[in-house]
């Protein structure tokens, strides 16, 4: 899901390089193996003869239902149990089948025909077939809260029918640019129309939970761990651990010392002192690489909701274009690259992370809000914000400027870049007062914020994590939920992400992409601060092999797909065995390699706790 987005989703980075496993060759995966030598670290571990595979996560479960989860835990969990039409190549994010084995459009492409494939079947062992989709359609487009986590997708669709088990058939309202990139969850029909309220049925309470993934959810405790079995009738073959296990820490600082004593396998959002310390234990591996999400600081805008109504409790102040402007100018993206990130990150400006190429995007020169204090002072003394005789700037209303911003209490990104946002602000003379909460959700989605570090992982298509900014995503009254990030409604942006929907023409589409980021920057609301790299280690002597996306240099948590998990292969004392006695080398096919780097950054979060992915 970059939500789902074209996201979702979420948005979401596998590598490594293995011996061609027949799975992993077929779906043209590169991958790598590291292979135990006597009297090496890795054939010397202690490592409990399990196989487990063991993931620490520091984010809460939203919900374990397809139709209302938006963060990232949430979403990548979702990849594992079911399948979407189309998945990412692991190698370049191309869309490759999925549920659906191939696709076609009339000439006015208006029509989508989709074949589905005949060898999916649910966990249950139901077959899994055309109608199941389409029954996931059909509900999301008549039943609102089903359109919570992924409405986006559905909105333009007309009719969806299934006219035999093996055909999809979506007629849409007019041309839409994301129909091989469907971010969505099939359900099974047979187990969901028994669903009565969608907007409170969080699907957490029969275990296992029917689906068609390369994984079969089967138990789950809420802040403490959620666990999934191999489905041994997942088409592409299934996983080669016994079970995988995302157990929960609220410190990261625990996740690592779990790690380090063989608890965990993996453990993503590593600092870069951890990272940095991972580097030097036996049987770790770090991995360093562009991310596919972007740190920002947001704005509340207003809160309203689509009937027209505020709510909330924002400061008007930063309703005020120069207010914001002056802010933005006063943040020096510089320092919270190499201080906060220790240089594994890179200075934030569009919305898109470089990392996808096309879509990626820079204000000109004129354009461009680069740190000036002195810009700033300027810009509050002209707009009629000025110093009283103890230093603090004013408001209109005769009061000092203080702000509130909203802080992930287990983000210690969060907490630096906070501290130095009261220096940088408390010269221009406002203040700050950093609220960190184990879950930012409940205040964000009433309004209850003036600020908020926010952050979000972008798929290969931005299209879902650019439409959490139009107007169409606020919530129908202040009491509903709506997708919205920040409760952005500008006409201008929705024009131009209204026209990029519907534009086939790849160059065309990019370009009004660029154009929506260009407004989004010059409006202010949201100030893009970094893109951090996906800062991540893992344990060699239990996870023999593992595939990153994209093959060349990308990440492990939070991918486009399930290829992370789905490949990752035991080491052989991890499989309860005496441990391998060949060369102790990278070995396997393919240009991956893992990079052995410490550095760091929190990795997924589409909007850290609330809708952190919305991958």
């Given at each position: 899901?970059?939500?789902?987005?074209?996201?979702?989703?979420?948005?979401?980075?596998?590598?490594?390089?293995?011996?061609?496993?027949?799975?992993?060759?077929?779906?043209?995966?590169?991958?790598?193996?590291?292979?135990?030598?006597?009297?090496?670290?890795?054939?010397?571990?202690?490592?409990?003869?399990?196989?487990?595979?063991?993931?620490?996560?520091?984010?809460?479960?939203?919900?374990?239902?397809?139709?209302?989860?938006?963060?990232?835990?949430?979403?990548?969990?979702?990849?594992?149990?079911?399948?979407?039409?189309?998945?990412?190549?692991?190698?370049?994010?191309?869309?490759?089948?999925?549920?659906?084995?191939?696709?076609?459009?009339?000439?006015?492409?208006?029509?989508?025909?989709?074949?589905?494939?005949?060898?999916?079947?649910?966990?249950?062992?139901?077959?899994?077939?055309?109608?199941?989709?389409?029954?996931?359609?059909?509900?999301?487009?008549?039943?609102?809260?089903?359109?919570?986590?992924?409405?986006?997708?559905?909105?333009?669709?007309?009719?969806?029918?299934?006219?035999?088990?093996?055909?999809?058939?979506?007629?849409?309202?007019?041309?839409?640019?994301?129909?091989?990139?469907?971010?969505?969850?099939?359900?099974?029909?047979?187990?969901?129309?028994?669903?009565?309220?969608?907007?409170?049925?969080?699907?957490?309470?029969?275990?296992?939970?029917?689906?068609?993934?390369?994984?079969?959810?089967?138990?789950?405790?809420?802040?403490?761990?959620?666990?999934?079995?191999?489905?041994?009738?997942?088409?592409?073959?299934?996983?080669?651990?016994?079970?995988?296990?995302?157990?929960?820490?609220?410190?990261?600082?625990?996740?690592?010392?779990?790690?380090?004593?063989?608890?965990?396998?993996?453990?993503?959002?590593?600092?870069?002192?951890?990272?940095?310390?991972?580097?030097?234990?036996?049987?770790?591996?770090?991995?360093?690489?562009?991310?596919?999400?972007?740190?920002?600081?947001?704005?509340?805008?207003?809160?309203?909701?689509?009937?027209?109504?505020?709510?909330?409790?924002?400061?008007?102040?930063?309703?005020?274009?120069?207010?914001?402007?002056?802010?933005?100018?006063?943040?020096?993206?510089?320092?919270?690259?190499d201080k906060v990130f220790q240089g594994h990150a890179v200075e934030g400006e569009g919305y898109i992370p470089p990392r996808f190429g096309s879509y990626f995007w820079k204000p000109e020169a004129g354009q461009k809000r680069a740190?000036?204090?002195?810009?700033?002072?300027?810009?509050?003394?002209?707009?009629?914000?000025?110093?009283?005789?103890?230093?603090?700037?004013?408001?209109?209303?005769?009061?000092?400027?203080?702000?509130?911003?909203?802080?992930?209490?287990?983000?210690?990104?969060?907490?630096?870049?906070?501290?130095?946002?009261?220096?940088?602000?408390?010269?221009?003379?406002?203040?700050?007062?950093?609220?960190?909460?184990?879950?930012?959700?409940?205040?964000?989605?009433?309004?209850?914020?003036?600020?908020?570090?926010?952050?979000?992982?972008?798929?290969?298509?931005?299209?879902?994590?650019?439409?959490?900014?139009?107007?169409?995503?606020?919530?129908?009254?202040?009491?509903?939920?709506?997708?919205?990030?920040?409760?952005?409604?500008?006409?201008?942006?929705?024009?131009?992400?209204?026209?990029?929907?519907?534009?086939y023409d790849a160059a065309k589409r990019a370009d009004l992409v660029k154009r929506m980021q260009s407004r989004l920057y010059d409006t202010g609301y949201m100030n893009i601060m970094a893109y951090p790299n996906a800062l991540e280690?893992?344990?060699?002597?239990?996870?023999?092999?593992?595939?990153?996306?994209?093959?060349?240099?990308?990440?492990?948590?939070?991918?486009?797909?399930?290829?992370?998990?789905?490949?990752?292969?035991?080491?052989?004392?991890?499989?309860?065995?005496?441990?391998?006695?060949?060369?102790?080398?990278?070995?396997?096919?393919?240009?991956?390699?893992?990079?052995?780097?410490?550095?760091?950054?929190?990795?997924?979060?589409?909007?850290?706790?609330?809708?952190?992915?919305?991958?």
């Amino acid at each position: 899901m970059v939500t789902k987005a074209p996201p979702r989703p979420a948005p979401v980075a596998h590598r490594a390089l293995r011996p061609l496993l027949a799975a992993g060759v077929a779906a043209g995966v590169a991958t790598v193996s590291l292979v135990a030598v006597p009297g090496t670290a890795a054939a010397d571990s202690k490592a409990p003869a399990t196989n487990t595979l063991t993931v620490a996560v520091s984010q809460s479960i939203d919900s374990l239902s397809p139709f209302l989860a938006q963060k990232l835990t949430s979403t990548s969990i979702h990849r594992l149990a079911y399948e979407y039409l189309t998945n990412y190549d692991a190698k370049d994010a191309r869309p490759v089948p999925g549920f659906a084995t191939a696709w076609t459009s009339s000439p006015d492409k208006l029509t989508w025909t989709y074949t589905i494939r005949e060898d999916s079947t649910w966990s249950d062992g139901k077959p899994a077939t055309a109608e199941d989709a389409a029954w996931t359609f059909n509900k999301m487009m008549t039943d609102p809260n089903a359109a919570t986590a992924n409405g986006s997708f559905t909105a333009n669709f007309e009719r969806v029918t299934a006219p035999d088990p093996r055909t999809l058939v979506i007629r849409l309202k007019k041309p839409q640019a994301t129909m091989t990139a469907l971010d969505v969850p099939i359900v099974p029909k047979h187990v969901w129309e028994k669903v009565g309220d969608f907007s409170k049925f969080n699907n957490d309470k029969q275990f296992p939970i029917v689906g068609n993934g390369p994984f079969v959810i089967t138990d789950f405790k809420v802040d403490q761990y959620i666990k999934l079995k191999p489905n041994k009738k997942f088409w592409r073959g299934a996983p080669k651990f016994d079970e995988l296990v995302f157990k929960y820490y609220k410190d990261g600082d625990a996740a690592v010392a779990a790690l380090q004593k063989g608890e965990v396998s993996f453990v993503p959002n590593l600092t870069p002192a951890q990272a940095a310390a991972l580097t030097t234990q036996k049987n770790i591996t770090v991995n360093d690489a562009p991310g596919r999400r972007f740190y920002a600081l947001a704005t509340n805008p207003g809160a309203k909701a689509q009937d027209g109504k505020t709510f909330g409790n924002g400061h008007k102040a930063l309703l005020d274009p120069a207010v914001r402007k002056a802010l933005f100018l006063a943040v020096d993206r510089t320092t919270i690259v190499d201080k906060v990130f220790q240089g594994h990150a890179v200075e934030g400006e569009g919305y898109i992370p470089p990392r996808f190429g096309s879509y990626f995007w820079k204000p000109e020169a004129g354009q461009k809000r680069a740190y000036d204090p002195a810009a700033a002072e300027k810009t509050l003394d002209a707009a009629g914000y000025r110093k009283n005789a103890a230093g603090k700037r004013l408001g209109k209303d005769g009061k000092p400027l203080e702000f509130r911003i909203l802080c992930h209490a287990t983000d210690p990104n969060d907490k630096a870049v906070g501290k130095y946002l009261q220096e940088w602000w408390g010269k221009l003379g406002i203040g700050l007062k950093v609220e960190c909460l184990d879950s930012v959700s409940d205040p964000w989605v009433k309004g209850d914020y003036d600020l908020a570090f926010d952050g979000w992982s972008v798929n290969p298509d931005p299209d879902y994590v650019l439409s959490i900014h139009t107007c169409g995503t606020l919530p129908a009254t202040p009491k509903d939920s709506g997708a919205t990030d920040n409760f952005i409604c500008d006409k201008e942006f929705d024009g131009l992400y209204a026209r990029q929907a519907v534009e086939y023409d790849a160059a065309k589409r990019a370009d009004l992409v660029k154009r929506m980021q260009s407004r989004l920057y010059d409006t202010g609301y949201m100030n893009i601060m970094a893109y951090p790299n996906a800062l991540e280690a893992y344990r060699t002597d239990q996870i023999a092999s593992i595939t990153t996306m994209p093959e060349a240099a990308g990440n492990l948590w939070g991918q486009d797909g399930y290829w992370s998990w789905w490949s990752a292969v035991p080491t052989a004392r991890a499989a309860g065995s005496d441990g391998g006695s060949s060369t102790g080398v990278i070995v396997g096919v393919g240009v991956a390699v893992v990079a052995v780097v410490g550095a760091g950054i929190v990795l997924g979060l589409r909007r850290r706790s609330t809708a952190d992915d919305r991958e």
